[in-house]
């Protein structure tokens, strides 16, 4: 795996047992602040278009926590030059979230917001790659690593600074084609095991973290969905179903899934290791991120409007549905990549979600919801069940028992007995 760095005391390299250091948890605090924004822009734009530029956004922020997450499992986030590169790029990052409102059509008055955004994006990149070169010191092919990921950046840094410029369907087609050659180039390098992994755990929890800070936000929109609502029943109601969704959300990640796949990381080994980590965590997880945040998007619609009797709609009934399906539905890639396997019973329910959706959106909103948690309770309790019959130890068969136990056992003891008197030897 090449050598690791010792002779810079501004960095210190981490080992097997590293876990997440409170500062990286503080450091995640600019990300909860973005990812609310993301969820107010898609709520206020309110249309399928805004969704989509919603997401480019969203995979933006995940490329970039991404990248200082494996800068934390090379070396201590909490110490010297990487807890001082990684304050600028809080810094930086909170620019970028404070532009998102103004990310696709720039408010009259002030900078450019589109404009904003991406240079404060561009230094987040920028920051991490020229610390990440100075911690690799005395590593030769992580040093190799980190220069090959320059010229995908830099192209992508020239298309979303064009994008950003001409706005539009442009912006964001120029986004867009920004992203699969930045995310490409590094995927395609990163086949060479040229990247360190040091410690499994670091990495892992580091992803359950976000995860949960994810499902935070699904809380949140509970919040932001009741604001200026008179406490009544229906409120009520929506509002202990939308924690329901997060509890079922959370507990199809965290119950079974992630201890498997941390101990799966874990038993790998050099550049297996190493391509499980970047297939199954840093790119298979963002679809369970995306649809995390379209589901608390729906959430939040569904207790804005539960008073109503009327229909939920086509916006919030497939943002709800649609995310849960997409949440299901990157968890069976998760698991495709983690262990080749697939789970059936998730896989008929991303297809009952994906059914459901549009009949959700004639229903009134609380019964929406309440067939959404029914959904997930239903998978939750299978899988509960399919799990503790596989864990069970088994049992002996039929014919052993009879044999052992019943009274054909006693017939063959006697038999026995007799033939080693008839044998034994006498005095």
């Known amino acids: ?72 499992n090379h070396s201590r986030a909490d110490e010297g030059l990487l807890r001082a590169g990684m304050v600028g790029a809080m810094a930086a990052m909170f620019v970028v979230a404070l532009a998102i409102p103004e990310a696709w059509r720039d408010a009259p008055g002030g900078l450019p917001g589109p404009v904003v955004l991406v240079c404060a994006y561009l230094l987040v990149r920028w920051v991490h790659l020229a610390v990440y070169a100075v911690a690799a010191t005395g590593d030769a092919g992580l040093r190799q690593q980190i220069a090959l990921t320059w010229p995908p950046l830099l192209a992508g840094a020239v298309l979303l600074l064009c994008g950003a410029l001409l706005g539009g369907w442009a912006q964001v087609l120029l986004f867009t084609v920004a992203l699969l050659v930045d995310w490409a180039g590094i995927y395609l390098t990163a086949r060479r095991g040229g990247w360190r992994l040091h410690s499994p755990a670091h990495l892992t929890e580091r992803h359950g973290l976000f995860v949960i800070l994810a499902l935070g936000e699904s809380t949140v929109a509970i919040g932001v969905g009741a604001a200026g609502q008179p406490i009544g029943v229906p409120l009520l109601i929506a509002a202990v179903l939308g924690v329901g969704t997060a509890v079922c959300l959370w507990w199809l990640y965290f119950d079974v899934v992630a201890p498997a796949a941390r101990r799966r990381l874990v038993e790998a080994h050099g550049v297996a290791r190493v391509s499980l980590a970047v ?112 864990s069970r130890p088994p049992m002996p068969s039929v014919e052993v028992a009879t044999i052992v136990g019943g009274p054909e056992s006693e017939r063959i003891e006697q038999g026995i007995a007799r033939i080693e008197m008839d044998v034994a030897p006498e005095n």
């Open 1 to 72: 795996m090449g050598k690791r760095q010792g002779s810079d005391p501004a960095v210190r390299p981490v080992g097997q047992d590293h876990r997440a250091t409170p500062f990286e948890l503080f450091f995640d605090l600019v990300y909860v602040f973005a990812t609310t924004q993301i969820t107010a822009y898609l709520a206020h734009e309110h249309s399928p278009y805004g969704v989509l530029r919603g997401l480019l956004i969203l995979a933006l922020l995940w490329g970039t926590w991404s990248g200082y997450t494996w800068l934390g």
């Open 279 to 390: 297939d199954a965590y840093t790119y298979g997880h963002f679809p369970l991120v995306a649809g995390i945040v379209l589901t608390a998007l729906g959430v939040e619609g569904v207790v804005a409007h539960a008073d109503e009797t009327g229909p939920l709609g086509a916006f919030y009934a497939l943002s709800l549905f649609g995310g849960s399906a997409l949440y299901l539905a990157g968890h069976l890639l998760f698991a495709w990549l983690v262990h080749r396997a697939t789970s059936l019973p998730r896989l008929v329910t991303v297809g009952v979600l994906v059914a459901a959706g549009p009949v959700a959106a004639t229903l009134a909103p609380v019964v929406g919801l309440a067939g959404l948690v029914a959904a997930l309770i239903v998978l939750i309790l299978v899988e509960t069940r399919q799990h503790r019959r596989n």
